[in-house]
Nanobody, 125 residues
């Protein structure tokens, strides 16, 4: 599967952005999906994940209540709605796909099989 992330940009602190990750190839619905972010000089960190059917989600503590992950399997797309953005959340945001039909949402980047190219989110203070 190939992943294409989009929707990043420049936003003021407190603002919102909606990221999209479009998948090509078959069997998108057999993949659990995750959003990660990576700031310069830092490791890639888990932001949010969603199971193959969308029934289960998981969030990093730092984004709970502000970010929402969702997916539309008919459109082969996963979304990340980000509200109340903070300057420290400036980073490249990456979507990952993990072959899984269970309810597990993993937070380790190494457990994901495919990655998109990333989209840059810059939050100004």
């Amino acid at each position: 599967v190939q992943l294409q992330a989009s929707g990043g940009g420049l936003v003021q602190a407190g603002g919102s952005l909606r990221l999209s990750c479009a998948a090509s190839g078959r069997a998108f619905s057999t993949y659990a999906m995750g959003w990660f972010r990576q700031a310069p000089g830092k490791e890639r960190e888990f932001v949010a994940g969603i199971t193959w059917g969308g029934a289960n989600t998981r969030y990093a503590d730092s984004v709970k209540g502000r970010f929402t992950i969702s997916r539309d399997n008919a459109k082969n797309t996963v979304y990340l709605q980000m509200n109340s953005l903070k300057p420290e959340e400036t980073a490249g945001y990456y979507c990952g796909a993990r072959r899984s039909r269970d309810r597990t949402i993993t937070i380790a980047a190494s457990t994901y099989d495919y990655w998109g190219q990333g989209t840059l989110v810059t939050v100004s203070s």
